[in-house]
C-alpha cells in the first residue's frame, strides 16, 4: 500500500443542488460511493502504468501552463487512478450517477464543477476556467456522462479558446480488464496486478478569437487525437515487443 498521505478534497462546486432522487436513491449514494473507492484504493496500488508522451504535458507545466485533458469515459476507473491527488478539477454531472462518483473523486483528490449539457453546463464550465486561472488543470470525460461513445462533446474547445490553455487527449489501455459490453461507453475494469500504458499526444491551441469555423476544426482535431491513443493504446499490446519499442521511441520523442 502507498505511504502518501491524500490531501483535502477540493470543493469546488458551482451548483450543489441536489437532484430531484427518491429517498431510496440518496440513500444509495455513500453506499456505493464508499464501495467504488474501496474497490479503486485495493486494485490501484497494484497496477503498473507505462506513459507514452508524458513530455507534452511535462512541457506545458515548465512554461507556466494549466492543461485540459480529455478522454473517454471507457478509460475512467484506471484514469481516475492515475491522475489522483494532482487537484484536477472535473466537469462532474448533477444526476444520480454523478452524486456518488463527485465523492469518490474527491476522496482521491480531485475537485468537481457540477454541470452537464441540460444543467448549467456553461457554469461549469465558467468555474474551471477560473480554477485555471488559479492554476489547476481540468479535465473532461468527452463523451459522457451517457454517450454516444467515442463522440466528443465541444467543452474542451470551448474552454480552451476561453483560457488559452491547450487540450491534451490521452487513453490508457490495459493487458487485462473485465469489459462491460453491455454497458453504452465499454466500460473497461482493471484485472489485479495488470500492466497499464497510457498514450498522450500533443497539445491542442485555440486561439482567443476562433470563430465558428475554427472552432469546428478545432473540435475536428481534438476528436482525431483521441481516436489516435485510443488506438495506440487499445492496440499496445497486441504487438511485437520490437515494435512496442519502435512506437515508444515515437511517441516520446
Do not use: C
Not at 4 to 22: C, G, I, K, M
Not at 108 to 133: D, F
Not at 162 to 181: C, D, S
Request: proline share 7%.
Amino acid at each position: 500500500m502507498e505511504s502518501r498521505r491524500e490531501p483535502a478534497p477540493l470543493n469546488v462546486h458551482y451548483d450543489t443542488r441536489p437532484p430531484e432522487l427518491s429517498r431510496w436513491r440518496r440513500m444509495q449514494i455513500p453506499v456505493i460511493a464508499t464501495a467504488v473507492y474501496s474497490v479503486l484504493r485495493a486494485l490501484g496500488p497494484t497496477l503498473r502504468f507505462e506513459t507514452l508522451g508524458r513530455q507534452h504535458v511535462e512541457r506545458i507545466h515548465t512554461a507556466g501552463e494549466r492543461v485540459i485533458l480529455a478522454f473517454w469515459h471507457r478509460s475512467i476507473l484506471s484514469a481516475t487512478w492515475y491522475w489522483r491527488r494532482r487537484g484536477i478539477v472535473v466537469m462532474n454531472t448533477t444526476n444520480f450517477d454523478g452524486q456518488w462518483t463527485r465523492r469518490v473523486i474527491e476522496r482521491l483528490g480531485y475537485g468537481t464543477a457540477q454541470g452537464s449539457s441540460s444543467r448549467g453546463g456553461l457554469k461549469g464550465l465558467a468555474v474551471m476556467a477560473r480554477r485555471m486561472e488559479e492554476g489547476r488543470d481540468t479535465a473532461f470525460t468527452i463523451d459522457g456522462p451517457r454517450g454516444p461513445r467515442y463522440v466528443a462533446k465541444p467543452g474542451p474547445v470551448m474552454l480552451a479558446r476561453r483560457t488559452g490553455q491547450p487540450i491534451v487527449a490521452f487513453h490508457i489501455g490495459l493487458n487485462r480488464a473485465h469489459t462491460f459490453e453491455k454497458s453504452w461507453d465499454l466500460l473497461q475494469v482493471p484485472a489485479p496486478f495488470s500492466r497499464a500504458v497510457v498514450a498522450i499526444a500533443p497539445p491542442i491551441r485555440v486561439p482567443a478569437d476562433a470563430n465558428a469555423d475554427l472552432m469546428q476544426q478545432k473540435h475536428a482535431e481534438m476528436q482525431a487525437a483521441l481516436e489516435r491513443v485510443r488506438d495506440a493504446a487499445e492496440g499496445w499490446f497486441r504487438v511485437t515487443p520490437d515494435e512496442r519499442d519502435r512506437l515508444r521511441a515515437e511517441w516520446n520523442a
